[in-house]
T-cell receptor, first 114, second 109 residues
Framework: IAGITQAPTSQILAAGRRMTLRCTQD?????MYWYRQDLGLGLRLIHY???????GKGEVPDGYSVSRANTDDFPLTLASAVPSQTSVYFC?????????????FGPGTRLTVL | GQNIDQPTEMTATEGAIVQINCTYQ??????LFWYQQHAGEAPTFLSY????GLEEKGRFSSFLSRSKGYSYLLLKELQMKDSASYLC??????????FGAGTTVTVRA
């Protein structure tokens, strides 16, 4: 693994189903983030984690949950998917939350909820 | 929260220069980033400004005026591969990034 990986690449999901999007990074970055990207709205932060064991809510957290059991993994769970959660989901990481440390993005997961 | 405004689309000719403006309103500014995103791909980092002035990196430059809440990304000697979306992102004192909707640049031969 090099950088950030996400799985699955794409998924079609029935409304009401539970879904976990996986994100793994091998850069030993402390901070990790989940965004959704919708046409005309840009990237919006769902949840973030500044370090393993801590998480926080972003701009659009409702309907999503995260956990950060270790440094490398940051899964995003949709407990009961709804059509409005159809989007492209990007995971990102950075060495720290401040300074010039840039965020590196994974390849994204395209999710369709029917 | 943030108000980040950038034009939706811009078109330019190969070899030309394009300037993408970004204006923002924030209660606690802590840096401005520009990302490039090709269609169907992840955003990739282009530049970072935290102090006023111009940062130059090859064909790309980014300018910041904190007092005006204004930044621009300048793309020189445009190439076809520069056709992409360009995202302006502002970081506040809580260290979270807020993104603009992005500017789609189309480079024509």
């Amino acid at each position: 693994i090099a950088g950030i990986t996400q799985a699955p690449t794409s998924q079609i999901l029935a409304a009401g189903r539970r879904m976990t999007l996986r994100c793994t990074q091998d850069m030993r970055h402390n901070a990790m983030y989940w965004y959704r990207q919708d046409l005309g709205l840009g990237l919006r932060l769902i949840h973030y984690s500044n370090t393993a064991g801590t998480t926080g809510k972003g701009e659009v957290p409702d309907g999503y949950s995260v956990s950060r059991a270790n440094t490398d993994d940051f899964p995003l769970t949709l407990a009961s998917a709804v059509p409005s959660q159809t989007s492209v989901y990007f995971c990102a990481s950075s060495d720290s939350a401040g300074g010039a440390d840039t965020q590196y993005f994974g390849p994204g997961t395209r999710l369709t909820v029917l | 929260g943030q108000n980040i405004d950038q034009p939706t689309e811009m078109t330019a000719t190969e070899g030309a220069i394009v300037q993408i403006n970004c204006t923002y309103q924030t209660s606690g500014f802590n840096g401005l980033f520009w990302y490039q995103q090709h269609a169907g791909e992840a955003p990739t980092f282009l530049s970072y400004n935290v102090l006023d002035g111009l940062e130059e990196k090859g064909r790309f430059s980014s300018f910041l005026s904190r007092s005006k809440g204004y930044s621009y990304l300048l793309l020189k000697e445009l190439q076809m591969k520069d056709s992409a979306s360009y995202l302006c992102a502002v970081r506040e004192n809580d260290y979270k990034l807020s993104f603009g909707a992005g500017t789609t640049v189309t480079v024509r031969a």
